[in-house]
């Protein structure tokens, strides 16, 4: 059983700085891309900012500049450091891992974390 779970959102002014974490827990052998996607209210889960196992970050033309996404020395973590928030950016945020639970069979899954809401508001 592989779980993810998220911490850290919460209500935040313009202009302010948050910081969202994602712990990877479980029956887990690798975790390759680590990444964070967002949903708003009305519109579809969009990527926010992935990163690979190696550390190579993208992100989405939203959010550069003003996100980083990092991994855990023990590759089972990341992080969403957000600064400069606008209101635009509220969305529940969501942690998403591409994990090899087993050895064997040599199969990866696409797992989520259940969501933290992040809200930008004066």
């Known amino acids: 059983q592989v779980q993810l779970v998220e911490s850290g959102g919460g209500l935040v002014q313009p202009g302010g700085s948050l910081t969202l974490s994602c712990a990877a827990s479980?029956?887990?052998?690798?975790?390759?891309?680590m990444a964070w996607y967002r949903q708003a209210p009305g519109k579809k889960r969009e990527l926010v900012a992935s990163i690979s196992r190696g550390g190579v970050p993208n992100y989405a033309d939203s959010v550069k500049g003003r996100f980083t996404i990092s991994r855990g020395n023990t590759k089972n973590m990341v992080f969403l450091q957000m600064n400069t928030l606008k209101p635009e950016d509220t969305a529940v945020y969501y942690c998403n891992a591409d994990i090899r639970p087993t050895q064997a069979p040599p199969y990866e899954f696409d797992y989520w974390g259940q969501g933290t809401q992040v809200t930008v508001s004066s």
């Open positions: 479980g029956s887990i052998f690798s975790i390759y891309t």
